[in-house]
């Protein structure tokens, strides 16, 4: 959750929405009852392919959390 923070305020890096919305995807998924409202508000400012890109980076990133041991 608080990356998604940190890269939607640009705080500590470089403001990137995309990013925001992988982070927030994934405390969501861990359970962060925040993120889902922020990722949909991130989702709103996104383009389609942005949206997608997002998606993607984020499965990737849930893919290899999962596989370690």
């Known amino acids: 959750f608080h990356l998604g923070t940190m890269y939607r305020d640009g705080e500590g890096v470089t403001r990137d929405a995309v990013e925001a919305y992988v982070w927030f995807s994934l405390a969501e998924v861990r359970g962060?009852?925040?993120s889902g409202d922020n990722r949909k508000r991130i989702a709103?400012?996104?383009t389609e392919?942005?949206?997608a890109e997002a998606n993607r980076r984020a499965e990737a990133r849930w893919e290899e959390v999962r596989q370690r041991p």
Request: charged share 20%; hydrophobic share 20%; proline share 0%.
């Open 49 to 51: 392919g942005q949206l």
């Open 32 to 34: 962060s009852y925040r």
């Open 44 to 46: 709103r400012q996104l």
